[in-house]
């Protein structure tokens, strides 16, 4: 029998020297024994875990000292110091560029800084003298349109050629559908192909209610809309139609050009990449926008252009797709009068080409008030009560209302008065619904075609050109989130040194057990003298791993589309397709998530020293990682972007504490539903390829399948098949996904 000392060794789970002459003696960790008799020390440069008959190379980049019973492996985390060097180095040269070409830019413009403010101090005295004296700044008033007007309108002719957007719409209305409440009352009219359309009331008039309700963005509408005088889904020409929201959505970490450009590149017609962005330069041009062209748009973190600037990059990148009917929400928020003087005369030189452009304004100048050609106009509580011509305004609101138009006064001033005053309010809206007010917005400046059938295949042909292709838009939204990742370098580093902590923390939770994770019941006949087996440890290991992925995954696996939801939804709407923004988001993530899995890898690797090959333990850390920004892309559909975080975070916590350690596998099976559960967590099956990693090398010297394998109910020796369910379950999770934002968007605007 054993000694007493033999004994509570076994009983620590070690093993003892030999207890009598016929008792077999097993080779010890840092050892080789090619026979039962034979017993050699492990050579440098070699590893011998317990059992071994032979030493096995470490290979480059390991530390294998003479007597070594694991190998530490160092070549990942040169190999992660070499890749946080240049990435470094790309941050620090791009950065070097930016600041170079800054101040190239101000040595170019000093030169000419005196006369460019004496220009433009004419520029403005001219313009306060027309405003002054009321000088129409409409085509009539000015000879000649400059050069850049000119090649805009040619941009616009060239895209559109010969199709024009009228619309007819027909007792449009709009009742909450929670409480019946009233937001629109029914209004009919019709706006014409190549007008200038304004729309205006009071706040909660219902305008912009009016203006989704008509091309097709508010569910649950009522009404007939009719297109060129057929009925039409908005969402089969949502490539003609461009929409200015009144909050000004875009890619802040982008530039101003850069977003122009890409909107042109999405939805243009197939043009040649000089004519897109020569185009882009010329909406800048108009807009005003030069000066910031390569500056980023900026966010409350970081700083951008400006208020102002915002709002005019939110018309040019529908500018910079040349739509057929363009529909703006309040564009003059924001603008100081000259510039959103500009911006409508802009417009005006537009429509006069054959666009249709219809603008909610609030309050706007004079000047910009007299650019327009119709007026609809809502009073409070969304009734309509005015429809037609604008010259006709001021004669309607003197005749009904106690209200005048004289010469020195504003006629929009004088109208939002009558609209605020609940007797001259229901005048209007009542001298408007008794018919006696026309209704329609006048005739077509647009070419007449010669019918219906004409008038549809012409637009049906200009969707079919416009657009770029599929895989295209995939490409284009690739680069755009991997250019707005090298923007946002702190959000990058500070999810690498979360992955590099995270593995660190697990690797000191075992660094005690080096090389010696698992040990079972020895093989017959030697189970007597087994020590008390190790075998909680490998999937012990699993769960805090898994744990840890999810801690240092999630919060940035939420990111990738939480963040630009509105963007999402806005290029949605203009005809952008889903599937393409949703792919090409995903493979730009891809790259993150790789290189923080190396990093988390590589550290815990060095100081856990598993058995497993480097190669394979990456392979299920990237796996878990894969799963957890898919886990975290469903959770971000679900739930606000504030509470996304925390609460993917907790769902990736709860797929990795599910791993088969407990509740067992097969302890699991008779508690359904959570042997189901159990079954499609991902956490089960990386769990079960870790333990044949670590497991199986040992089949020859403890009963691995028979009993260990069995305790948890792992099958082992099909590593592929876990990692394929495993990843399969991360693809799951990303279609998932696919199909909640779809169902976002589609909630949203039908």
């Known amino acids: 029998p054993p000694t007493f000392s033999c004994q509570r060794s076994r009983l620590k789970s070690n093993f003892c020297s030999r207890q009598g002459t016929y008792e077999p003696q097993l080779c010890p960790p840092g050892k080789y024994c090619p026979t039962f008799l034979e017993q050699y020390t492990c050579p440098s440069g070699h590893m011998c875990p317990?059992?071994?008959?032979?030493?096995?190379?470490?290979?480059?980049?390991?530390?294998?000292?003479?007597?070594?019973?694991?190998?530490?492996?160092?070549?990942?985390?040169?190999?992660?110091?070499?890749?946080?060097?240049?990435?470094?180095?790309?941050?620090?040269?791009?950065?070097?560029?930016?600041?170079?070409?800054?101040?190239?830019?101000?040595?170019?413009?000093?030169?000419?800084?005196?006369?460019?403010?004496?220009?433009?101090?004419?520029?403005?005295?001219?313009?306060?003298?027309?405003?002054?004296?009321?000088?129409?700044?409409?085509?009539?008033?000015?000879?000649?349109?400059?050069?850049?007007?000119?090649?805009?309108?040619?941009?616009?002719?060239?895209?559109?050629?010969?199709?024009?957007?009228?619309?007819?719409?027909?007792?449009?209305?709009?009742?909450?559908?929670?409480?019946?409440?009233?937001?629109?009352?029914?209004?009919?009219?019709?706006?014409?192909?190549?007008?200038?359309?304004?729309?205006?009331?009071?706040?909660?008039?219902?305008?912009?209610?009016?203006?989704?309700?008509?091309?097709?963005?508010?569910?649950?509408?009522?009404?007939?809309?009719?297109?060129?005088?057929?009925?039409?889904?908005?969402?089969?020409?949502?490539?003609?139609?461009?929409?200015?929201?009144?909050?000004?959505?875009?890619?802040?970490?982008?530039?101003v050009r850069e977003n122009l450009l890409y909107s042109a590149r999405m939805r243009l017609p197939r043009w040649n990449s000089g004519d897109i962005e020569e185009h882009v330069n010329t909406v800048l041009a108009c807009l005003g926008l030069e000066n910031v062209a390569n500056q980023p748009i900026g966010d409350e973190h970081s700083r951008g252009v400006s208020g102002g600037q915002r709002k005019r990059v939110n018309i040019g990148i529908e500018l910079a797709a040349c739509p057929a009917l363009l529909v703006l929400d309040e564009p003059t928020s924001g603008l100081d009068a000259s510039a959103a003087l500009e911006v409508c005369s802009t417009l005006k030189r537009i429509a006069s080409n054959g666009l249709t452009v219809i603008a909610v304004v609030h309050q706007p100048r004079a000047e910009i008030f007299e650019q327009f050609e119709k007026l609809i106009v809502f009073a409070k509580g969304g009734v309509p009560a005015y429809n037609g011509e604008l010259r006709e305004i001021a004669e309607v609101i003197g005749r009904v209302t106690n209200f005048q138009v004289t010469e020195y006064s504003n006629p929009a001033d004088v109208l939002m008065d009558a609209l605020q005053n609940q007797h001259a309010s229901d005048s209007l809206a009542l001298e408007y619904n008794s018919g006696e007010v026309a209704r329609e917005s006048g005739t077509s400046r647009a070419p007449e075609h010669a019918s219906r059938d004409g008038a549809r295949i012409g637009l049906e042909a200009s969707i079919d050109a416009r657009g770029a292709s599929w895989l295209?838009?995939?490409?284009?939204?690739?680069?755009?989130?991997?250019?707005?990742?090298?923007?946002?370098?702190?959000?990058?580093?500070?999810?690498?040194?979360?992955?590099?902590?995270?593995?660190?923390?697990?690797?000191?939770?075992?660094?005690?057990?080096?090389?010696?994770?698992?040990?079972?019941?020895?093989?017959?006949?030697?189970?007597?003298?087994?020590?008390?087996?190790?075998?909680?440890?490998?999937?012990?290991?699993?769960?805090?791993?898994?744990?840890?992925?999810?801690?240092?995954?999630?919060?940035?696996?939420?990111?990738?589309?939480?963040?630009?939801?509105?963007?999402?939804?806005?290029?949605?709407?203009?005809?952008?397709?889903?599937?393409?923004?949703?792919?090409?988001?995903?493979?730009?993530?891809?790259?993150?998530?790789?290189?923080?899995?190396?990093?988390?890898?590589?550290?815990?690797?060095?100081?856990?020293?598993?058995?497993?090959?480097?190669?394979?333990?990456?392979?299920?850390?990237?796996?878990?990682?894969?799963?957890?920004?898919?886990?975290?892309?469903?959770?971000?559909?679900?739930?606000?972007?504030?509470?996304?975080?925390?609460?993917?975070?907790?769902?990736?916590?709860?797929?990795?504490?599910?791993?088969?350690?407990?509740?067992?596998?097969?302890?699991?099976?008779?508690?359904?539903?959570?042997?189901?559960?159990?079954?499609?967590?991902?956490?089960?099956?990386?769990?079960?390829?870790?333990?044949?990693?670590?497991?199986?090398?040992?089949?020859?010297?403890?009963?691995?399948?028979?009993?260990?394998?069995?305790?948890?109910g792992y099958t082992l020796g099909r590593f592929n098949t876990d990692i394929g369910v495993a990843v399969a379950i991360g693809v799951f999770f990303r279609i998932l996904a696919f199909l909640l934002m779809a169902r976002l968007y589609h909630k949203r605007h039908t």
């Open 50 to 255: 317990f059992g071994s008959t032979a030493p096995t190379a470490c290979g480059a980049f390991s530390i294998c000292e003479e007597g070594a019973k694991y190998r530490i492996f160092y070549g990942a985390i040169v190999v992660v110091g070499i890749l946080d060097a240049a990435l470094v180095a790309v941050w620090l040269w791009r950065l070097v560029r930016h600041q170079w070409t800054r101040a190239r830019v101000a040595r170019q413009r000093r030169p000419d800084l005196a006369a460019s403010s004496r220009e433009t101090l004419v520029q403005k005295l001219r313009s306060d003298t027309e405003s002054a004296l009321h000088v129409d700044a409409t085509d009539d008033a000015i000879p000649k349109a400059d050069a850049t007007a000119r090649k805009l309108l040619d941009a616009f002719a060239r895209a559109n050629g010969a199709v024009s957007v009228r619309v007819d719409y027909s007792d449009v209305s709009y009742a909450l559908p929670e409480t019946g409440q009233i937001i629109l009352h029914p209004t009919s009219g019709c706006i014409a192909a190549g007008s200038f359309t304004a729309i205006m009331g009071p706040s909660g008039a219902g305008k912009t209610t009016f203006v989704n309700a008509l091309i097709g963005r508010l569910r649950g509408a009522d009404g007939e809309v009719l297109v060129n005088g057929e009925r039409c889904d908005f969402r089969h020409i949502r490539k003609l139609v461009g929409y200015v929201p009144q909050d000004d959505v875009m890619t802040t970490e982008l530039t």
């Open 472 to 712: 295209h838009q995939v490409v284009l939204v690739h680069h755009r989130s991997i250019m707005q990742q090298l923007r946002t370098p702190s959000s990058v580093a500070l999810e690498l040194v979360l992955a590099m902590i995270a593995g660190l923390l697990i690797g000191l939770s075992v660094i005690g057990f080096r090389g010696e994770l698992y040990q079972g019941i020895l093989v017959e006949p030697f189970s007597l003298i087994s020590p008390a087996p190790k075998e909680l440890y490998v999937p012990q290991m699993a769960v805090f791993a898994g744990m840890a992925v999810a801690i240092a995954g999630a919060p940035a696996g939420v990111r990738v589309f939480s963040n630009e939801r509105p963007v999402f939804f806005r290029e949605a709407a203009a005809g952008h397709s889903m599937s393409a923004y949703y792919v090409g988001k995903t493979i730009a993530a891809m790259y993150r998530f790789v290189v923080s899995s190396l990093h988390f890898t590589a550290v815990f690797y060095a100081l856990s020293c598993p058995i497993a090959s480097f190669n394979n333990v990456f392979v299920i850390i990237l796996s878990a990682f894969f799963c957890v920004y898919g886990v975290a892309a469903v959770v971000s559909m679900l739930v606000r972007r504030e509470d996304s975080a925390l609460l993917a975070m907790v769902v990736g916590l709860t797929w990795s504490v599910l791993t088969g350690y407990g509740p067992t596998i097969k302890r699991a099976r008779t508690m359904q539903p959570l042997g189901a559960l159990l079954e499609i967590s991902y956490g089960r099956w990386l769990a079960e390829a870790f333990y044949t990693l670590e497991v199986a090398p040992f089949s020859g010297i403890f009963e691995t399948k028979s009993v260990s394998a069995q305790l948890f």
